[in-house]
């Protein structure tokens, strides 16, 4: 059980360390172009934008309520889950890391990170049907998609061990 914490202790560590540029780098470019007679392609619109950066945008929007719920399920949930399953692998004290343990469980069910990863790409795959519209994922999405994919198998592999109790 010891080798599957320490396991756990890195995967999450790494994972955390991938957030931060997964919340924070450019995630995915769009582009509107179209191929006009004499002048050629002409783009009417293009953005590239972090996760951060979209929260922003749609709050100054007046998308509000979307905008806190991204930050909340995409950045303050994720964060919370890390930090508080490296408190599970280590502390001590058995009872608190059970009450821990079971309370990432709880939030894990509202993080919405690995959801945004596939919305982003479900996205990404749809706009490519479409001559007019580019999209590109970009690296901003690779740490985001790695900090899921990390952070999940870190959480999976903690192991709580009870204590054996005093002869």
């Not at 010891?2 to 991938?18: D, F, G, P, Y």
């Not at 931060?20 to 002409?42: M, N, R």
């Not at 719920?69 to 490296?86: D, M, R």
């Not at 999209?135 to 198998?153: P, T």
Request: net charge positive; aromatic share 12%.
């Amino acid at each position: 059980m010891l080798k599957r914490n320490i396991a756990a202790l890195i995967l999450t560590i790494v994972s955390l360390c991938l957030l931060y540029p997964g919340l924070t780098k450019p995630i995915l470019q769009v582009v509107i172009s179209a191929e006009l007679p004499i002048i050629g392609k002409t783009t009417f619109y293009e953005q590239t934008q972090s996760i951060l950066q979209t929260v922003d945008t749609l709050y100054h929007t007046n998308n509000k309520f979307v905008a806190i719920l991204i930050f909340l399920f995409s950045v303050i949930i994720p964060l919370t889950k890390g930090v508080i399953i490296l408190g599970v692998l280590l502390i001590k004290k058995f009872s608190l890391k059970a009450k821990l343990y079971r309370f990432v469980f709880i939030i894990g069910k509202w993080s919405m990170a690995d959801v945004f990863v596939v919305g982003v790409f479900m996205a990404f795959l749809s706009t490519q049907s479409n001559s007019s519209i580019e999209a590109n994922l970009l690296e901003g999405f690779n740490y985001f998609a790695f900090y899921c994919l990390l952070s999940l198998l870190g959480i999976q592999m903690t192991t709580l061990e009870k204590p054996e109790p005093d002869a």
